[in-house]
């Protein structure tokens, strides 16, 4: 292969194993890039154009935000749980915090159980995990033990290897540039 072989278009399809059916699957978007939640919602879209059912339930956003995201997303007919107090940098009481992230962990195993949804966001979910607010074998128990028509979407920086190892799709943003680097605050409609 030399160096300008990918500017080629590709003449045959790259292979594949055979093809399987599975009722759900799980998805990880991590790394240190943008657009991780946004990956999520936009998949989370394209569920609800199918028909499904779809949760969000948010570890760390507060529902006193009201981002566009969560606005479209309700509008649409998905459930929306922000049960976060926002980033823990600004947070007053980190066992509040704390305690915020294990209550949306209890309601997130009813809904990853239930099978009323089709498809449950676990948006910022890493936190907690990384944090030990949240037991990581917990949470990859509940994820291999949901109701089989439930597919998961877990986001958030460093994600841990135990819920990359379960995962069946992974995918890991990288920042190679941001706005925020060069002190350009969040806008509303691109960040939230």
Same mark, same amino acid.
């Given at each position: 292969m030399n160096d300008t072989d990918h500017l080629q278009p590709k003449r045959q399809r790259p292979p594949l194993p055979p093809r399987v059916h599975a009722d759900s699957i799980v998805l990880?978007?991590?790394?240190?890039g943008k657009g991780k939640s946004t990956a999520a919602f936009g998949t989370a879209i394209r569920a609800i154009a199918r028909g499904w059912d779809v949760a969000v339930v948010q570890f760390i956003k507060s529902g006193n935000w009201r981002t566009g995201e969560e606005q479209v997303l309700r509008q649409l007919g998905a459930h929306w749980w922000a049960l976060g107090d926002g980033f823990s940098w600004d947070s007053e009481n980190l066992g509040e915090s704390q305690a915020r992230a294990? @209550? #949306?962990?209890? !309601?997130?195993?009813?809904? &990853? @159980? #239930?099978?009323? !949804?089709?498809?449950?966001? &676990?948006?910022?979910?890493?936190?907690?995990?990384?944090?030990?607010?949240?037991?990581?074998s917990e949470v990859t128990t509940a994820i291999r033990q949901r109701n089989t028509a439930v597919t998961v979407i877990c986001?958030?920086?460093?994600?841990?290897?135990?819920?990359?190892?379960?995962?069946?799709?992974?995918?890991?943003?990288?920042?190679v540039k941001h706005a925020l680097r060069r002190g350009i605050r969040a806008r509303r409609g691109i960040d939230y």
């Open positions: 990880v978007n991590t790394g240190q294990v @209550a #949306a962990w209890e !309601h997130t195993t009813r809904l &990853l @159980a #239930a099978g009323d !949804h089709q498809v449950v966001v &676990l948006d910022e979910i890493t936190y907690p995990m990384n944090w030990d607010w949240i037991a990581i986001t958030g920086r460093q994600a841990p290897q135990p819920l990359i190892d379960i995962a069946d799709t992974v995918t890991e943003m990288r920042e």
